[in-house]
């Protein structure tokens, strides 16, 4: 997937986010750290469509995952961000790539520890498949069947990358 | 694992990574202490214990806050209603609260060392709450933490302004280059050590203030300039941490009289106002001795920061309890990918 595909998908996925979302408040949220810049620019694009920008924020799982003890250390925390209230929004969670399904179970955890969304959208660039959790997205970028071996990146120019792609690779050397 | 080490018993072994590390986490402890549901799940299912053989309100409650909101089952002991009084040694005692599978043990001792001890004699983690004159690390992370808020916080502004506590991320570079002076009875201070370390880990110059009789021998040697007048010690600084003036101590011959100490070593509004920095911040480990060390009006004043303090030490602990529960200690192989990120 190359920049202009990236760029096809976020903007099919904010009209689509539209339609979806109808009447109510909407807030993006971006998972960290995959999901952060992706969250932006879907806010951007949503936008431009609506004419006024919804709110965005921040979720890092760390403190919510299911295998702190199996982990030789701690994973690191980075910050969480929600300066608004969730009770009765719209909240579209945002990740590049969506595989077993536990980052977005923590995720759907800790945004309830918010408050009450009205509802919940899950919104990914890229499903990869292999869920291990009985969740799926509301939104999909690409369906792509990668196998267990290989990994997905997605790369943007936010994160530092010289142009927007997603690339496939073997796993491990990441 | 607090970078290389399983236990926190002081500032002094640890490297400026790893202070910074911990600092660092705190910011996202701090966080969730902001939250409409100040609770996360993160260690479920882990046992912390408190293990105070010295009185303490302030960092059992702060520990044991910071354990319930990370959802870890906090107990306490304390040795005033246990069998210490029976004449259980210290190792016994540790080794029974042992065999209940705690994942953390936070301890507490009038001797400095105790939680060395212990720490290699147990298998799980040892935090040190304060022992003796040795270290309190939690209080020295947690004056850290403070500092850098206020330096950020005053930072931006030519000429400064104290007093209006907005919310700021804390920029730890900002400790380096400045000066933070230390009031009061250094040699008996475990919060003097572990600040000292701390601070100049991290690139600041520390000052040590008191009576010649409060003076450890060789704090030079530490990295601290030593001042016998308060003047001379906060004019300039960007900081003063004023320490509690032990009321045992009073009367024996380290200090005449609350007076007299007061008089020459305590702060009050004129002092700070002729002498202090328009950005100097004022902290105090607590319990304050409101009129000996410190008077109401700089303690409850513009300048002080004592309650964030409080707060952040909230933070700090969580931050500690974190990685000290987080992991599996024996396991030394990473987990798979699957089950870290989906």
């Known amino acids: 997937m190359n920049a202009e595909g990236i760029e096809r998908a976020l903007k099919r996925m904010a009209r689509e986010i539209q339609e979806l979302a109808r009447g109510g408040e909407l ?15 879907l806010r951007r694009e949503l936008a431009s469509v609506t004419g006024q920008k919804p709110l965005v924020g921040t979720l890092d799982i760390a403190l919510y995952r299911d295998d702190l003890s199996e982990r030789a250390s701690a994973p690191v925390v980075g ?44 919104a990914v660039l890229v499903d990869r498949g292999g869920r291990e959790l009985p969740i799926a997205p509301d939104l999909v970028g690409a369906k792509l069947e990668v196998p267990e071996r290989e990994q997905v990146e997605v790369q943007l120019v936010e994160g530092g990358a010289a142009e927007d792609q997603v690339i496939i690779k073997p796993r491990g050397n990441a | 694992m607090i970078g290389r080490h399983k236990h926190l018993i002081g500032l002094e072994p640890l490297s400026r990574e790893e202070i910074l590390g911990l600092l660092q986490l705190a910011v996202s402890m701090k966080e969730v202490l902001r939250r409409p549901i100040k609770k996360v799940p993160t260690l479920r299912g882990k046992a912390v214990v408190n293990l105070f053989f010295e009185a303490s309100t302030r960092t059992r409650t702060s520990f044991e806050t910071a354990a319930k909101i990370l959802s870890a089952d ?6 005033s209603t246990s069998s210490v009084t029976k004449g259980e040694t210290l190792l016994d005692t540790a080794r029974n609260i042992e065999a209940m599978h705690p994942d953390v043990l936070v301890i507490r001792h009038p001797a400095g060392g105790a939680p060395q001890y212990v720490a290699n004699r147990v298998g799980c983690a040892v935090a040190n709450a304060g022992d003796g004159a040795h270290e309190h690390p939690s209080q020295g992370l947690l004056d850290l933490f403070t500092l850098a808020e206020h330096f950020t916080r005053v930072g931006g502004k030519p000429g400064g302004e104290v007093g209006k506590k907005e919310d700021v991320v804390p920029d730890f570079g900002t400790i380096a280059g400045k000066t933070v002076a230390i009031v009061g009875d250094i040699s008996h201070s475990r919060v003097a050590r572990s600040d000292l370390y701390g601070l100049t880990k991290l690139g600041a110059k520390v000052r040590f203030c008191g009576p010649p009789t409060m003076m450890p021998p060789g704090v030079e040697a530490m990295g601290a300039t030593v001042h016998h007048q308060l003047r001379e010690a906060v004019e300039g600084a960007d900081a003063v941490v004023m320490l509690r003036i032990q009321h045992e101590r009073i009367g024996d011959p380290l200090i005449p009289g609350t007076r007299e100490y007061s008089k020459f070593w305590g702060l009050n509004a004129k002092k700070a106002a002729e002498w202090l920095t328009p950005t100097c911040a004022i902290l105090h480990p607590g319990p304050i001795n409101r009129g000996v060390e410190l008077s109401s009006e700089v303690a409850d004043g513009p300048r002080s920061v004592i309650l964030e303090q409080v707060e952040n030490g909230v933070a700090v602990r969580m931050a500690i309890l974190y990685l000290l529960a987080g992991g599996a200690h024996e396991i030394d192989t990473p987990a798979p990918e699957g089950a870290a990120r989906a």
């Open chain 1, 27 to 41: 807030a993006i949220v971006g998972i960290r750290r995959g999901g952060v810049h992706l969250a932006e620019r």
């Open chain 1, 79 to 122: 910050p969480t961000d929600i300066r608004f209230p969730v009770t009765g929004k719209t909240v579209v969670l945002v990740d590049d790539v969506i595989y077993t399904g536990r980052t977005v179970r923590a995720a759907l955890d800790e945004l309830v520890d918010f408050g009450r969304p009205r509802r919940v959208l899950l």
């Open chain 2, 74 to 79: 906090a107990f306490n002991w304390t040795s």
